[in-house]
């Protein structure tokens, strides 16, 4: 396994894109993985409670997150960990949101 392993948003924008889906995987070692996640503006986040612990940073984009019983504004900068089956989602997406997300463990189908 490489030490190390450098990464560029535009570059992981443009797989995930050419891909047609929303999720795009960029990384995956034994104790984590990792992708960017794009929302469209007025879209909808019909993503299911994970197994794993969850961190998202964004890149840009603004919307409203709820997860569990919290609930708050979300923009360019902000970053949220999501603890291991908590219900969560992004809505009210008043611009495109572009996600980095992390999963430790890594994510399971």
């Known amino acids: 396994m490489q030490n190390a392993k450098f990464f560029s948003v535009a570059e992981c924008e443009a797989t995930r894109?050419?891909?047609g889906n929303r999720y795009s995987e960029f990384l995956r070692v034994p104790a984590m993985s990792g992708g960017i996640y794009v929302l469209p503006e007025g879209g909808a986040d019909t993503q299911s409670p994970h197994l794993q612990d969850e961190m998202y940073y964004v890149v840009r984009g603004q919307?409203?997150?709820r997860a569990g019983s919290e609930d708050q504004a979300v923009s360019e900068g902000s970053i949220i960990f999501v603890a291991a089956r908590v219900e969560h989602r992004f809505y009210e997406i008043t611009e495109e949101l572009v996600l980095i997300?992390?999963?430790?463990?890594?994510?399971?189908e």
């Open 17 to 19: 894109s050419s891909s």
């Open 63 to 65: 919307a409203r997150m």
């Open 101 to 108: 997300v992390i999963f430790a463990p890594p994510e399971t």
